[in-house]
C-alpha cells in the first residue's frame, strides 16, 4: 500500500471530492462521518459532535498506523458545519454546543489523536485542516463557525512550531478552500437576512457562477500537500 489517507467529512462536498481523487495509487482510504463515503475502502460511522466518539476514532487511527510501512499517512479533517446559523443567544442551544464541540473542539483532540498514532509507522505524515476566512472576518450569524476556524488555523500554527521542533515528523497544514459548490453553501442561501445579514453577498456569488467545483478544489489540496510548505502554514487556496 503506498498511502493511509484518512478523511473525516467524506460522505459530501470537498471531503468526499477529496477521497475521489487521492493522488497516490493503491492508497487505503478509511473514513468517519455520520453516513458512509462510497469512496473509502473502511467506513466508520461516528458522530464527531460527540467527545465519546473521538477515542473510537484514536482506536482505530493507531490500528490502522500500527506496522504500517507506506509511503505516507495523511489526515484530512473535512467534518464541518456551519448550521445553526443565527445570532448567539437566538439559536437552538443544544445544537450551538454540537457546532462548538465539531468545529472548535474535534479538530484539537482528532489532531492530536493521529499525531500520537504516527508512533506506529515511520511513514512521513499529513495532516491537513480545512481553513475558511471566517477565521479573520466577522460574520454575524456564523459565531461559531468563525470561532471554530480562527482555533483551528491558530492550533496548526503551533503544532506546527512543535512538529518542527520534533524534525518535521508530521507536517501541519490549514488551507482555506474558497467558496466551494457544496451542501454548506446551499444551506448558506437559504437563510433568512435577520439571522445571517451577509446573506445576499452568498445568493450574488452562486447567481455569477462563482462557486468553485469541490474536484477541482480537492486537486488543488492534494497538490498543497506535496508542496514542501513550512510546516504550520494557514493558507488560502487563492492565493497558493
Ligand atoms: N464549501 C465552502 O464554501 C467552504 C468554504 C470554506 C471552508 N469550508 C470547509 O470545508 C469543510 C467541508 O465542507 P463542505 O462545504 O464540503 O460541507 P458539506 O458538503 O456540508 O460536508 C460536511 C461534511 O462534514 C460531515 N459532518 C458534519 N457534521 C458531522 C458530525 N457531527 N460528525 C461527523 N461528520 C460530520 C458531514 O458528514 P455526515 O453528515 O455524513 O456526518 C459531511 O461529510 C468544512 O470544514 C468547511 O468548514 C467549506
Known amino acids: 500500500m503506498s498511502a493511509l489517507v484518512f478523511v473525516t467529512g467524506g460522505s459530501s462536498g470537498i471531503g468526499q471530492a477529496l477521497l475521489e481523487t487521492i493522488p497516490w495509487a493503491g492508497a487505503r482510504a478509511v473514513h468517519f462521518a455520520r453516513r458512509p463515503a462510497p469512496a473509502a475502502a473502511a467506513n466508520h460511522a461516528v458522530d464527531l459532535a460527540d467527545p465519546a466518539s473521538w ?76 481553513g475558511s476566512g471566517a477565521a479573520h472576518s466577522v460574520y454575524e450569524g456564523w459565531s461559531g463557525y468563525c470561532a471554530g476556524k480562527a482555533a483551528v488555523d491558530h492550533w496548526t500554527r503551533t503544532v506546527g512550531a512543535e512538529q518542527k521542533r520534533r524534525g518535521d515528523r508530521c507536517r501541519v497544514l490549514c488551507v482555506a478552500p474558497g467558496v466551494v459548490a457544496t451542501a454548506m453553501q446551499d444551506e448558506i442561501r437559504t437563510t433568512s437576512e435577520r439571522d445571517f445579514p451577509d446573506v445576499e453577498r452568498f445568493r450574488a456569488l452562486h447567481r455569477e457562477g462563482a462557486l468553485r467545483a469541490p474536484r477541482d478544489v480537492a486537486r488543488e489540496l492534494w497538490a498543497l500537500t506535496l508542496r514542501d510548505l513550512p510546516n504550520g502554514a494557514v493558507l488560502d487556496l487563492r492565493d497558493a
Open 55 to 130: 477515542p473510537r476514532v484514536a482506536g482505530v487511527l493507531e490500528r490502522e498506523l500500527a506496522g504500517f510501512t507506506g509511503e505516507r499517512a495523511v489526515f484530512v479533517h473535512a467534518a464541518g458545519v456551519l448550521t445553526p446559523i443565527g445570532f448567539a443567544g437566538e439559536v437552538d442551544p443544544a445544537a450551538y454546543r454540537a457546532h462548538v464541540l465539531l468545529n472548535s473542539a474535534a479538530p484539537q483532540a482528532l489532531g492530536d489523536a493521529f499525531l500520537r498514532a504516527l508512533s506506529g509507522t515511520r511513514a512521513p505524515a499529513t495532516l491537513l485542516f480545512l
